[in-house]
């Protein structure tokens, strides 16, 4: 039996690649439609291209040969002999399925830096705001700001317009002079083009204004501070001014989930943009026999280069070759991706939007100051003896927030880079969805 | 559209629709505050929405730390930020 974990699109690209070729497959996903992030939805997807998105949701629920196990939170899985037992939960009810082969298509969060204020209520990363929007049909506040980095900024403020929220101001901190550096990437990706004219259409359409070379640097309940940034996110001195908002919804690119291959031992490694993500070959094998990795997990690369992982990653799953013109749409995909890495850089600019008492772990309510205390005079060498002293990253989110940020700090405290090694061992973690002691010990719920 | 459901949270009344999370359909109706933290008693509220961060706990029917922005809220359903 074949197993995907993540639906997603990648997730949904190769179970729709295994059925088309007469196998039977399951996709165990965790929320309670298939579609993942980026295809979240109530009744239809909508957005640019969703027809795209319609067809394999609709396969996946009508082919006999797709089973769609929604709600289904993995835990751990582990290898016996020459299977793999995936254990999840269900509302709170333990179960095992096992799998001769797994396609894992976990995909990724939003990145999240630390400023003045991003404790508070009304502030949010993007994709909280497009999830209560898509997945639930609630406006994230009345005047919103969206702010940060990469392209996944433009469904956000356009959806929240369109659904008659008022956007206040669309930040991006980078210039789009950067997509200069990438000629090949974008003449190898003419559909970009039209993607961004129904984008520009759009923000037209809602009168939305959008600034570059600019960042939320600062909340307070009903008002946000903006400031001009330099493109390694340095504020520019005196460029700060005060605007009125309830809801910042502000992300910095995307962090690949990497917690479950890594506990099947999947070969990993650090990419361009210092995401930890695994390494495959081009046909999706992961270094583990029988495990295909595809889509954020890989690299982040946005949903078209999903897709085509996806279906790569299922057609070799069941030994159909690989179509040299589907090879080639990978290869322009990826540097697209790539170019998507050099136009919307994360520098470390950031470090100084915190104040002292910012809390840099909100799980643990770590703040800036025990983080630096915990280098001068503790004398933590690194993030992980840093984490020990402070309790950073030991909450309940496992370090998914703020780990990297914390190794980011402890680095600039010493005058070091982050190491491939550190990086690798913060994206890690023994547990992939945090669950309670009861149901770890007896398999079912503590009610 | 179906019957609304009703829940309380805190101790008040609030209504939602069907498949809507328990942060949603306190959003929507203006509460935005979820829960206190432990050390500072600061107020945190929805943060990453899917289900990453565990900012916005809390207890649903006696059952400690479910993320509000996953759980669906159902008929008659007992939410209160602490337990």
């Known amino acids: 039996m074949i197993l995907v974990i993540g639906g997603g699109p990648a997730g949904l690209a190769a179970a729709v690649a295994i059925a088309r070729n007469g196998q039977e497959v399951t996709i165990l996903d965790s929320a309670p439609r298939a579609g993942g992030q980026y295809w979240r939805h109530r009744t239809r997807v909508d957005g640019y291209k969703s027809e795209k998105s319609a067809m394999y949701l609709q396969e996946v629920a009508q082919n006999p040969l797709i089973h769609f196990i929604s709600g289904a939170n993995v835990w751990s899985a582990s290898r016996v002999k020459d299977r793999f037992a995936i254990n999840y939960l269900v509302s709170g009810n333990e179960l095992t399925i096992t799998a001769q082969k797994l396609i894992l298509a976990t995909g990724a969060f939003d990145r999240s830096l630390p400023f003045a204020g991003w404790e508070l209520p009304g502030v949010m990363t993007p994709g909280a705001a ?222 100084k939007w915190s104040r002292n008492t910012t809390k840099i772990c909100r799980c643990e309510e770590v703040s800036l100051q025990d983080i630096a205390d915990s280098v001068t005079d503790l004398g933590a060498f690194d993030s992980r003896t840093a984490k020990l002293f402070t309790r950073a990253g030991m909450g309940l989110c496992q370090g998914r927030i703020c780990s990297r940020n914390v190794s980011e700090i402890v680095a600039g405290l010493q005058g070091c880079q982050v190491s491939d090694n550190e990086r690798i061992g913060y994206s890690n973690r023994p547990i992939a969805t945090p669950i309670s002691l009861g149901e770890l010990s007896d398999g079912k719920s503590t009610k | 559209m179906s019957a609304p459901i009703n829940f309380t949270f805190n101790g008040s009344t609030y209504s939602g629709e069907v498949g809507q999370s328990i942060a949603a359909a306190l959003i929507s109706q203006d509460q935005r505050v979820l829960r206190t933290t432990r050390f500072d008693e600061a107020p945190r509220s929805i943060f990453c929405g899917i289900g990453i961060c565990f900012d916005c706990v809390v207890v649903v029917n006696g059952i400690a730390n479910q993320r509000s922005c996953l759980v669906e809220i159902t008929e008659g359903a007992v939410i209160v930020s602490k337990q």
């Open chain 1, 130 to 351: 497009q999830s209560l929007l898509k997945g639930h049909g609630v406006l994230a506040g009345r005047r919103v700001i969206v702010a940060g980095t990469g392209p996944f900024l433009l469904p956000v403020a356009t959806g929240i317009a369109a659904a008659g929220g008022t956007v206040v101001g669309l930040y991006e901190a980078q210039s789009p002079l950067r997509w200069a550096l990438s000629p090949v990437a974008l003449l190898l990706n003419p559909s970009k083009f039209a993607e961004l004219l129904y984008y520009a259409k759009q923000v037209r359409k809602y009168r939305i204004r959008i600034q570059f070379g600019k960042g939320v640097t600062a909340f307070d309940t009903h008002s946000a501070v903006v400031s001009r940034l330099s493109s390694d996110l340095e504020v520019v001195a005196g460029s700060e001014e005060k605007i009125e908002c309830d809801v910042v919804a502000v992300g910095w690119g995307f962090t690949p989930d990497v917690t479950l291959g890594g506990i099947l031992g999947c070969a990993q490694k650090v990419d361009l943009d210092g995401t930890v993500i695994f390494n495959v070959d081009q046909n999706q094998r992961s270094s583990q026999k029988d495990i295909w990795i595809a889509g954020e997990a890989t690299g982040i690369g946005g949903s078209d280069l999903a897709l085509v992982e996806g279906e790569i990653a299922g057609l070799d799953c069941v030994g159909i070759g690989i179509s040299p013109s589907l090879a080639f749409r990978k290869i322009r995909k990826t540097l697209f991706a790539r170019a998507l890495q050099k136009s919307y850089p994360v520098g470390n600019g950031w470090k």
